[in-house]
Structure formats: structure tokens, C-alpha cells
């Protein structure tokens, strides 16, 4: 499975920004998807998941802010990110692994050993 994200940028703060992740590959129904971000001298930071059942989980630090979405039939991932803060800027990665719930994928997407795969990432400044 191949990701890759677009749609960052530079935003001045409560603005907003609207990631993509685009999946190929073979992706199968129990598939879960996710988004996290690693900003400068910081460790990475989970931020939304969304599972095969429709089911999403969202970092406190988000929730209310970012949205994760995703059109199956294009295979492509999203996040809204919406009321944007300068503690925002950061590079945002998007992940897929399976079989996890979107509760349990979202403690497990920042291990490389543990979630099957992550794109490159895109940047995003807030200012």
C-alpha cells in the first residue's frame, strides 16, 4: 500500500487547511486510517483514525477542530482541520494498517512496528 499526502501549506492562525491521502495498492474492507504529525523538536503526535466500520477517534488535542473522512471509492483520506493554532504547524502523515479499531489504531499509529504503513508527509505552517 502506497500513500500520499497534499494539501498542506501555510495558513495564519484560524484558518483552515484541508489534508488528502491518496491510497493505492490493495487495500482491503478492514482497513483503518489515520493521520498523526511530528512537529519541530517534538515527538509524534496522533491526531485521528477512522476504521472499517466507520468508527473515528480523536486526539483531545484536535477533537472539535479536525475531521477525518474518507471516500472509499476514490480511496482517498482526508482531515479538516479547522480553528488552526500556530502549536498546529507541523509535518502531518497519513497511516493505514487493519484490523485495529479506530480507538486502538489511534495509540498504535506513531510505531512504525505496529501500523503497516505511513506516507511522507506534508507540511503545514500556521502563523
Known amino acids: 500500500v502506497q500513500l500520499v499526502e497534499s494539501g498542506g501549506g501555510s495558513v495564519q492562525a484560524g484558518g483552515s487547511l484541508r489534508l488528502s491521502c491518496a491510497a493505492s495498492?490493495?487495500?482491503?474492507?478492514?482497513?483503518?486510517f489515520g493521520w498523526f504529525r511530528q512537529g519541530p523538536r517534538k515527538e509524534r503526535e496522533a491526531l485521528a483514525t477512522?476504521?472499517?466500520?466507520?468508527?473515528?477517534a480523536y486526539a483531545d488535542s484536535v477533537k472539535g477542530r479536525f475531521t477525518i473522512s474518507r471516500d472509499a471509492m476514490k480511496n482517498i483520506l482526508y482531515l479538516q482541520m479547522d480553528n488552526l493554532r500556530p502549536e498546529d504547524s507541523a509535518t502531518y502523515r497519513c497511516?493505514?494498517?487493519?484490523?485495529?479499531?479506530?480507538?486502538?489504531?489511534?495509540?498504535?499509529?506513531?510505531?512504525?512496528?505496529?501500523?503497516?504503513?505511513w506516507g511522507q508527509g506534508t507540511q503545514v505552517t500556521v502563523s
Open positions: 477512522l476504521d472499517f466500520s466507520g468508527s473515528t
Open positions: 495498492g490493495r487495500i482491503y474492507n478492514n482497513y483503518v
Open positions: 497511516a493505514a494498517s487493519w484490523g485495529l479499531t479506530a480507538k486502538t489504531a489511534l495509540g498504535s499509529i506513531v510505531y512504525p512496528d505496529q501500523f503497516g504503513y
